[in-house]
């Protein structure tokens, strides 16, 4: 029932997308590789393959987890997260950087104002769309009390895309009234 309502969530998503154009524009290699690549091999590289796996494996299973486990895939999920974020962050400013660099050819403001403002959508998608709920489902099936185990919060770095997304916005109008 679950995958049922998850898919119904991202279908709204999606829906919003399509109502305001075309689902592909949504969709930047250069994003992706921006926060995907990061998020996966520094996660690997903090916490082991084996790890990572495990923890993802334990998130979308459905047996009571002891307490010590739960909170070792907690940690792992969690700096998965933070990569997330951090990652969509560091891409709106390699979009934004793009931006200044170009600001005399008009036509290259627009893909890197794309990069910018993608890669902090994939970022926020990614750490509090699917990574978040991930932990706070291997919380709820731990067999410890809740107290026992530390909440999830946003992370900063997800609250600093909100100025980066300004940024941009400001960066775009600025370029406008020059040309």
Do not use: Q, W
Not at 48 to 58: E, M, N, P
Not at 106 to 113: D, E, L, V
Not at 140 to 163: C, D, F, H, M, Y
């Amino acid at each position: 029932m679950g995958l049922l309502f998850g898919l119904l969530g991202f279908s709204l998503i999606i829906g919003g997308i399509l109502m305001g154009g075309a689902l592909d524009s949504f969709l930047d290699l250069p994003s992706i590789a921006i926060v995907i690549g990061p998020t996966v091999f520094l996660t690997f590289a903090y916490h082991s393959v084996g790890a990572s796996i495990s923890a993802l494996g334990a998130a979308f299973g459905s047996e009571t987890i002891e307490a010590a486990t739960v909170e070792r895939h907690v940690r792992v999920l969690s700096t998965a997260r933070n990569l997330a974020s951090g990652s969509g962050v560091l891409g709106t400013l390699i979009g934004l950087v793009n931006m200044l660099a170009n600001m005399d050819d008009p036509s290259a403001i627009g893909p890197a104002m794309a990069v910018a403002l993608l890669t902090v959508l994939y970022g926020v998608l990614l750490a509090e769309f699917i990574l978040g709920p991930l932990i706070n489902r291997l919380r709820n099936r731990a067999s410890a009390t809740p107290s026992e185990i530390t909440g999830v919060k946003v992370s900063a770095v997800t609250l600093a895309a909100i100025p980066c997304a300004l940024l941009c916005f400001s960066v775009l109008l600025i370029s406008f009234k020059a040309g």
